[in-house]
Nanobody
Framework: EPLVESGGGSVQAGGSLKLSCVASPYTYSYCMAWFRQAPGKDREGVASIDSTGRTQYSHSAKGRFTISHDNAKNILYLQMNSLTPEDTAIYFC?????????????????????WGQGTQVTVSS
């Protein structure tokens, strides 16, 4: 599989989790993002990063979550702090390979060609 997430789990409100997404090796410029889908809700973008390091965050993620990418290991991370029950969802990573990072300007509001299988995050009050 091109993308494999890990790091989900159960945590109490106020706690932290760090999600990882391992990607198969690639040499193109990339757009990557984290999405989540809560029960009964549409999938929503959480954060994005491109191969220039440009990041974008949703309103709910800003100030609490940090997206990063280890270029040497092809691993995408999402550090999540100050978690609340509203963060409970399945979290997915997504990847698109592009000729140039300028194609990533829409952040997570774009199509992605590859998706992981998802990892469950449950936050209890």
């Amino acid at each position: 599989e091109p993308l494999v997430e890990s790091g989900g789990g159960s945590v109490q409100a106020g706690g932290s989790l760090k999600l990882s997404c391992v990607a198969s090796p690639y040499t193109y410029s990339y757009c990557m993002a984290w999405f989540r889908q809560a029960p009964g809700k549409d999938r929503e973008g959480v954060a994005s990063i491109d191969s220039t390091g440009r990041t974008q965050y949703s309103h709910s993620a800003k100030g609490r979550f940090t997206i990063s990418h280890d270029n040497a290991k092809n691993i995408l991370y999402l550090q999540m702090n100050s978690l609340t029950p509203e963060d409970t969802a399945i979290y997915f990573c997504a990847l698109d390979l592009v000729p140039d990072a300028k194609y990533c300007r829409d952040g997570y509001s774009r199509d992605f060609g590859y998706w992981g299988q998802g990892t469950q995050v449950t936050v209890s009050s």
